[in-house]
């Protein structure tokens, strides 16, 4: 159950509630979802179940309607009360995989799983989140949406950067524009990446990182929670690789 701040388990007792999606990202979550006439969708990460009640809300509202949960913590961790959410609120259209999503995933693809849209907001670590990627895209339909929670964390903005230079996968959306960075970092900025302008492709990828290259703000990626679309095949050769 949720109140003002606080969850309660199933014996009643008060425990504060954090790790969750805010608001503004739950109810983007929703429209995206309903946007696009969305029913099967998954999630790596539940804690207390927030972006899960937003999730499953918003597919209700289409036939056959599935959403797919993993976490391995979510009886130790977050005592339960992510599911406890789900069932209180009376939804029946999703089920729990109780594994960490580096096993999840790959039975989840080999047992053939098409889903439409997923989260990753699982364990924020930059290998761990590029691992769920690389699963989510093949569980993933053409035309379906991947929404990676907590951008502002630097390993999370360096998987969607790298993501985003996948020639099938584009920005569609995201949520909390960043602050405004100082005088001094803009002009710093502008002054070295004239000064990359003017050097061989291959010795800006050497001395100047991608982020210099390429703010955030010039590719339109912007705190908290990000969305990419995928628009079909991956296309990329055995040896593909771009600086992020």
């Known amino acids: 159950m949720l109140t003002s701040g606080k969850v309660l388990d199933e014996d009643g007792n008060e425990l504060p509630l954090h790790s ?16 696009y006439g969305i029913s099967r969708t998954l999630e790596v990460g539940c804690a207390y179940g927030v972006s899960s009640l937003y999730i499953c809300e918003a597919i209700s ?17 977050w005592h339960g009360v992510g599911v406890r959410n789900l069932r209180e ?8 995989i109780q594994e960490p999503s580096e096993l999840a995933l790959p039975a989840l693809w080999k047992s053939g799983l098409k889903v439409q849209f ?29 929404a990676f929670d907590d951008v502002g964390m630097a390993s999370i903005t360096r998987v969607v950067r790298y993501v985003m230079n996948y020639p099938n996968y584009r920005l569609v959306g995201s949520t909390k524009k960043r602050l405004p960075t100082s005088i001094k970092r803009i002009v710093l900025g502008s002054v070295l990446r004239r000064l990359a302008a003017m050097l061989p492709s291959h010795i800006q990828e050497e001395y100047f990182s991608a982020s ?24 990329r050769s055995w040896d593909w690789y771009v600086n992020f």
């Open 212 to 235: 210099l290259l390429k703010p955030l703000e010039q590719i339109g990626l912007v705190d908290r929670c990000a969305f990419l679309q995928k628009s079909g095949p991956d296309t």
């Open 89 to 96: 609120a009376g939804f029946d259209c999703w089920e729990l």
């Open 20 to 35: 969750n999606v805010k608001v503004e990202d739950g109810q983007r979550i929703s429209a995206c979802i309903e946007r």
């Open 118 to 146: 997923a989260l990753i907001d699982g364990w924020h670590t930059l290998d761990q989140v590029l691992l769920d990627f690389f699963y989510v895209d093949r569980l993933l339909e053409d035309g379906g949406i991947v």
């Open 61 to 77: 509202k289409q036939p056959n309607p599935h959403h797919t949960i993993i976490d391995p913590g979510q009886f130790t961790d």
